[in-house]
């Protein structure tokens, strides 16, 4: 052990500095402070020198460490990097609609409402060809098909349950993440089932949801994703898949869903949604919902949005052994992106940084509108991109 003793530095004579200073306002004060020769001191009317003074130490600090020597090579900070990532923990989130042609979305430069017969197997060839093989899919639902109770969530035939059928037939390895979720549904564009006096009513909701859930798998989804915030929808979607025999279907729940403003709107709301998702400024309450749900039987567990919500993955990651996800909301995209375009910032470096900082955090699964970009970057890079 004798290797490991460590030698006092009391005795060590301390390092001194010969250090050129401008003047205070008294320079024999200054000089008797310093004990330098007035004669060194430059006159504050002298010229200024072509190049600054150069800065002399008789002996370096005595550190027993200097962690800029594992920083000192691109190989040796590639060997030393903590955090990675890869295409496989990205999920590339896709809108379709009923139509033939893609229509781009406004608020979201480079993104479309894809049609879901072309557009989307389109774009869903694109990802895999960079190694993103998992996609969540948001419908468009007609207006004329939408009502306050919601059944076309459940319809056998509609454009969800269609849409898996025709990607499992043509990608059976695709893994298809499906949102059980009644605001895409809804007349009044709410999370459920709205009571004359404005209250959301869950139970009812629940009902409906239960239906829609087992209508994805049945279509061929293999994960269901929960995002409404209701009480007790995990567990009801779970019985509920059990019965009908998909004991094989995951269920990833969004379980910290907060109220953020940074969700992109595309369809008027009469009423807001705090009844149901979470305030931004809770922590504990975000635990309770994420406990809660573990204990239902959620199989993933999602935050939602990300990059605010980078402390509740550290805090759901050290408290479960569930994998965690982090969904990069529409904001998020759309803020990196008007950012790039006017030049304020580098858009590829602030979104990889951004992705592998939900890494970093603890995010197991991200779902990003940057998927398809970051897994083209990442190829590139060996699939595992290193910050040199």
Not at 168 to 187: A, C, G, H, M, Q
């Amino acid at each position: 052990m004798k290797r490991f003793e460590k030698k006092s530095n009391v005795a060590l004579k301390p390092a001194s500095y010969k250090v050129r200073i401008n003047p205070f306002l008294s320079t024999k004060v200054a000089c008797q402070v310093q004990r330098i020769d007035p004669t060194m001191i430059m006159s504050v009317h002298a010229p200024v020198p072509s190049k600054p003074a150069e800065y002399v130490i008789d002996q370096p600090l005595v550190l027993s460490r200097r962690a800029r020597r594992n920083r000192k090579s691109p190989t040796q900070r590639a060997a030393f990097q903590e955090t990675n990532i890869s295409p496989a923990n990205l999920i590339y989130p896709l809108f379709i609609h009923e139509g033939e042609v893609d229509i781009p979305i406004r608020t979201m430069p480079g993104r479309y409402m894809l049609g879901w017969r072309h557009g989307l197997v389109e774009e869903v060839a694109r990802a895999r060809d960079v190694g993103v093989n998992s996609i969540m899919l948001y419908p468009k639902v007609p207006d004329a098909l939408k009502s306050p109770t919601g059944e076309e969530a459940f319809n056998d035939n509609g454009l969800v349950p269609r849409t898996v059928r025709l990607l499992k037939d043509r990608y059976p390895d695709l893994v298809i993440y499906t949102d059980v979720n009644f605001d895409e549904y809804s007349s009044s564009g709410h999370g459920g089932i709205v009571r004359e006096d404005g209250v959301i009513l869950n139970d009812e909701t629940i009902h409906q949801l239960r239906k829609q859930a087992v209508s994805l798998a049945r279509a061929g989804a293999d994960v269901v994703c929960t995002s409404e915030m209701l009480d007790g929808r995990v567990g009801a979607v779970r019985a509920a898949l059990d019965v009908e025999n998909f004991q094989h279907v995951s269920i990833m729940s969004y379980s910290v869903k907060y109220t953020s403003s940074l969700y992109g709107r595309f369809r008027k709301v009469a009423l807001d949604k705090k009844t149901y998702q979470i305030n931004p400024a809770n922590t504990r309450e975000a635990l309770i919902e994420a406990r809660e749900d573990e204990v239902e039987g959620a199989d993933i567990l999602m935050v939602k949005p990300a990059l605010p919500s980078l402390d509740i993955i550290r805090l759901l990651k050290d408290q479960t052994l569930l994998p965690i996800g982090a969904c990069q909301v529409s904001g998020e995209y759309s803020m990196i992106k008007a950012g790039g375009f006017l030049d304020m910032i580098d858009e590829e470096k602030v979104m990889m940084e951004s992705l592998i900082c939900l890494r970093r955090a603890g995010a197991d699964l991200i779902l990003t509108y940057f998927a398809l970009q970051a897994a083209t970057i990442l190829c590139g890079k060996n699939e595992q991109i290193m910050f040199n």
